[in-house]
């Protein structure tokens, strides 16, 4: 049988000298490309079933296979494993052989079977040969999420209608995470409304000329929104200790012309005075930070609120991200010796956060408290509009 593909394969090459039309070239291209993989597929089961990799000192036929081929160790499997699904979907053997197939029709075809061998069935390969790539691609990713709900729960029929709303979530073999579902239409809605005032949040900072958005395409900021809800999330999701941690009260003592003047960060509902934890913040006639006191509990809470107090908002220029969706990032970085200090601490919301650290990039907080950010050359980065130290209430941190 891989004799008669040879020849066919050999027969293509030729009839590519005397086709000029390059649609009519660019097909038979494919259909060499298609043939030569489905070759590729003949061997690596041939040297599957004789053992011959063991004879040159391989483990498997896919260390082999990618030792004479240059392909990785992921690409290399990935053909076996194709190859030894192939055999038992007829329809999808026969068009492979043909050269009908391309690589992604084959991968589609057989990680469809892969995830529920016992429903693939001869009629269903039929089926799904025959659909258009783009017909195959939606078919496939719904295959593989009925069959990964059948897993979950056996007892579910197999002609079970969808739920009005289903998310699926898993990792790729290079370690990204795929995406999909299926929401209702008002839960959809809300989720779209959310992602595009990302969205324009993102396109605004791109006009403002924020390095960390330059180049992301709307899908990706539309990603980097999803992200950022789920990070969101986390930040307010509730810890052992949320109970009394519900209300912080802050005390802002603020010196004036008649004396200190003390006044709570509030206002607060009445109960929140019973068991809430006291910071102290002391700030100056202008609003500088002066000192931080000690929360009840623990130290670092009373670091954040002080640095809450000052900053406000993310402090990468031009971004406005409140204070409850922001990270506090160590200027001077702990590795490096850096304290975990008011003097050393700088909201920055997620995206700007893993923009510094994955760009090293640097920041740290001149003699008047405002970020100077400098590329990995030591350019400074331009800042956005100047602000002065700020004194009125924040929301504070979840507990």
Not at 47 to 68: I, N, T, Y
Not at 241 to 252: A, E
């Amino acid at each position: 049988m891989s004799a008669g593909m040879e020849c066919r394969l050999q027969a293509t090459v030729h009839h590519l000298h005397a086709i000029g039309d390059p649609s009519c070239r660019v097909g038979l291209l494919q259909k060499v490309v298609n043939l030569a993989q489905e070759l590729l597929r003949r061997e690596a089961v041939r040297m599957k079933q004789d053992g011959g990799h063991r004879a040159e000192g391989f483990v498997s036929p896919s260390a082999w296979l990618a030792c004479h081929t240059g392909l990785s160790g992921v690409a290399a499997r990935a053909v076996v494993r194709q190859a030894v699904e192939l055999e038992h979907m007829p329809a999808s053997a026969a068009a492979a052989e043909r050269g009908a197939l391309s690589e992604q029709q084959v991968r589609l075809l057989t990680e469809c079977r892969r995830a529920d061998p016992e429903q693939y069935d001869a009629d269903t390969d039929a089926a799904f040969v025959a659909l258009p790539v783009a017909e195959l691609v939606l078919a496939a990713r719904a295959w593989k999420a009925a069959a990964e709900d059948r897993r979950h729960d056996p007892n579910k029929p197999s002609g079970t209608p969808p739920e009005q709303a289903s998310v699926h979530l898993s990792q790729l073999l290079d370690g990204r995470w795929r995406l999909d579902g299926v929401l209702n239409p008002h839960d959809g809605a809300v989720l779209n409304q959310a992602l595009d005032q990302s969205i324009a949040r993102q396109l605004q900072a791109q006009r403002d000329g924020d390095p960390s958005v330059e180049r992301l395409s709307v899908g990706a900021m539309r990603a980097q929104g999803l992200v950022d809800l789920a990070a969101q999330a986390l930040r307010d999701a509730p810890g052992q200790r949320s109970r009394n941690g519900r209300y912080r009260i802050n005390l802002i003592i603020r010196p004036n012309a008649d004396g200190t003047k003390v006044e709570p960060d509030g206002p607060f509902p009445p109960e929140a005075w019973c068991d809430s934890p006291w910071v102290r913040v002391v700030l100056g006639a202008h609003g500088e930070l002066l000192d931080v006191g000690r929360a009840t509990r623990q130290w670092p809470e009373a670091i954040w609120n002080a640095i809450v107090q000052r900053d406000r908002t993310c402090r990468f220029p031009h971004c406005d991200r409140p204070a409850h969706w922001c990270d506090v990032h160590h200027c001077t970085h702990w590795q490096d010796h850096g304290s975990t200090s008011a003097a050393n601490g700088l909201l920055l919301c997620r995206r700007h956060h893993v923009f510094i650290h994955t760009h090293h990039w640097t920041v740290q907080l001149d003699e008047h408290q405002q970020p100077v950010f400098r590329q990995p050359d030591g350019t400074t980065h331009p800042p956005g509009p100047a602000r002065r130290v700020h004194a009125e209430p924040s929301r504070p941190r979840p507990g």
